[in-house]
């Protein structure tokens, strides 16, 4: 059974950073392009930034120079450094893993003084 489970999402203020984790468990990420989304009340869900299976990352305008995406593969996780963060990066942010059905779970970011 395929399981991506994020974590690491929290209350945070403005300027604060976060590391989201999202980790795998019947399936190897190695092998899978994992995208990164963000769900914002009452909005649609955008893509945050995806890193390819060489290690390359692509980012949404909004995010680029403050987040950076990572993958070890040894450990079978997936991860984004959020800094310099702000109020419009509310959200709960979900990994997914592109062109397969398999979503986690989503983990809450709020960003608020």
């Known amino acids: 059974q395929v399981q991506l489970v994020e974590s690491g999402g929290d209350l945070v203020q403005p300027g604060g950073s976060l590391r989201l984790s999202c980790a795998a468990s019947?399936?190897?990420?190695?092998?899978?392009?994992v995208e990164w989304y963000r769900q914002a009340p009452g909005k649609q869900r955008e893509l945050v930034s995806e890193i390819t299976t060489f290690g390359s990352i692509n980012y949404l305008a909004s995010v680029k120079g403050r987040f950076t995406g990572s993958r070890d593969n040894a450990k079978n996780t997936v991860f984004l450094q959020m800094n310099s963060l702000k109020p419009e990066d509310t959200a709960v942010y979900y990994c997914?893993?592109?062109?397969?059905?398999?979503w986690g779970q989503g983990t809450q970011v709020t960003v608020s003084s």
């Open positions: 019947g399936i190897s990420l190695s092998g899978y392009v």
């Open positions: 997914k893993l592109f062109g397969t059905k398999y």
